[in-house]
Structures are given as structure tokens and as C-alpha cells.
T-cell receptor, first 112, second 113 residues
Framework: NAGVTQTPKFQVLKTGQSMTLQCAQDMNHNSMYWYRQDPGMGLRLIYY???????DKGEVPNGYNVSRLNKREFSLRLESAAPSQTSVYFC???????????FGQGTRLTVV | SQKIEQNSEALNIQEGKTATLTCNYT??????LQWYRQDPGRGPVFLLLIRENEKEKRKERLKVTFDTTLKQSLFHITASQPADSATYLC????????????FGSGTRLSIQP
């Protein structure tokens, strides 16, 4: 049972390049989340999805887009990467409202 | 503005003592409050959840209290061990269009032998 799987684990981008971070969960969870974590700032919510086909903005959505094409997968896209988007990105899922979130291992992204 | 504050960035405790971490929030009305543990280079791992109508929850050496009047949660680790050293995050489950989980900045706990 893999849980929440994120790809890639590491990525270096040049300013202005685009990329998609992939996230998949095999726990049949309804809710999925994308967070970024910067030193001293905890986890900040970028986007979340309560169910397949729905997405909502979190605390820091600017510069990002998301897609929830099916129940398993929730992707995060950076259309034009900026150095301020250098961070560790975590995907998470939970089975129902209020339930605990299960996290992936994170993607360490550096934008130069 | 909405804020979640954890009392200190770092806390050093002697082994065997009780570690107490604080989480305060403003301008949120959470239905649940959760605590997570995060080790370096890893994703957070869920520890405990407490509902808005509960005052206290226990799990082994862990205890969480939740005071919705004070807008505060306390997280206690009794008989602390060096293996408890990690960053601890509190999180609020709040509802707008759907439920979302909002995290505090965390407290880095170090247990000294």
C-alpha cells in the first residue's frame, strides 16, 4: 500500500520554465491538498479539492494551477516558475471532512 | 486577519520531563484541531485529533486540550524521550466551500538526554 506518492522528488527549474508536480493516492480518499513549506513558515495551503472535479484556492494560490481529473490524482502546475516558488511541496489526502491527512514524501523544487 | 500561532519556534526539554506546546488561533472557527509530527526531510504524520466539543484527548504519552473560548490548544508529551525530538505542527480543520486543513508554523522540540 503506497499511500500518497509524489513525483518528482527533486527538481531544478530556470525562471520562466513550467512544470507539473504529480500526486496520486491509493487510499480512495475524497479530499486532496497541495501545500508548500518554507523555513520558519510551516505548511501553507495552495489549493485543495474536496472531490473529483472540484478545486478551491487556499492561502497562497497565486502562480499555481491545479487539476483533479480523477479521484486518485491531483496535480499542481507552475506555468512560469519564479525564484519565490523555491520550496518543498507536499501533497496530502484525507478520507472525509475532519479526518487526518496523509502526506507524501515531498518535492524539493529550486527555481534559479 | 486569520492566524495560527505556535508558542515558540524551538523548545528544549530535559528527558523525562513533560513537554507542553501551545497553539493559539484568531478569527477561525475550527470544527476540529489536529496535531502532527514532522521529522527532517519527511512529510508530517498525524498524531491526534480533537473535536470542538471535546475538552481533552489522550493517546499513550500524548495529551491534547482544546479551549474554544480561549482559542487555544495545549499539546503535552509526558515522560519525554530523545526520540520525541521533532517539529510538532498544530492544524485547524475549517469549513468554507469544503473542509480544509490550515497549519501553524510548528515548534521544534528537542529532548536532551
Amino acid at each position: 500500500n503506497a499511500g500518497v506518492t509524489q513525483t518528482p522528488k527533486f527538481q531544478v527549474l530556470k525562471t520562466g520554465q513550467s512544470m507539473t508536480l504529480q500526486c496520486a493516492q491509493d487510499m480512495n480518499h475524497n479530499s486532496m491538498y497541495w501545500y508548500r513549506q518554507d523555513p520558519g513558515m510551516g505548511l501553507r495551503l495552495i489549493y485543495y479539492s474536496a472531490s473529483e472535479g472540484t478545486t478551491d484556492k487556499g492561502e497562497v494560490p497565486n502562480g499555481y494551477n491545479v487539476s483533479r481529473l480523477n479521484k486518485r490524482e491531483f496535480s499542481l502546475r507552475l506555468e512560469s516558475a519564479a525564484p519565490s516558488q523555491t520550496s518543498v511541496y507536499f501533497c496530502a489526502s484525507s478520507t472525509r471532512q475532519g479526518a487526518e491527512a496523509f502526506f507524501g514524501q515531498g518535492t524539493r523544487l529550486t527555481v534559479v | 486577519s486569520q492566524k495560527i500561532e505556535q508558542n515558540s519556534e524551538a523548545l528544549n526539554i530535559q528527558e523525562g520531563k513533560t513537554a507542553t506546546l501551545t497553539c493559539n488561533y484568531t478569527n477561525y472557527s475550527p470544527a476540529y484541531l489536529q496535531w502532527y509530527r514532522q521529522d527532517p526531510g519527511r512529510g508530517p504524520v498525524f498524531l491526534l485529533l480533537i473535536r470542538e466539543n471535546e475538552k481533552e484527548k489522550r493517546k499513550e504519552r500524548l495529551k491534547v486540550t482544546f479551549d474554544t473560548t480561549l482559542k487555544q490548544s495545549l499539546f503535552h508529551i509526558t515522560a519525554s524521550q530523545p526520540a520525541d525530538s521533532a517539529t510538532y505542527l498544530c492544524a485547524l480543520v475549517v469549513y468554507s466551500n469544503a473542509s480544509k486543513i490550515i497549519f501553524g508554523s510548528g515548534t521544534r522540540l528537542s529532548i536532551q538526554p
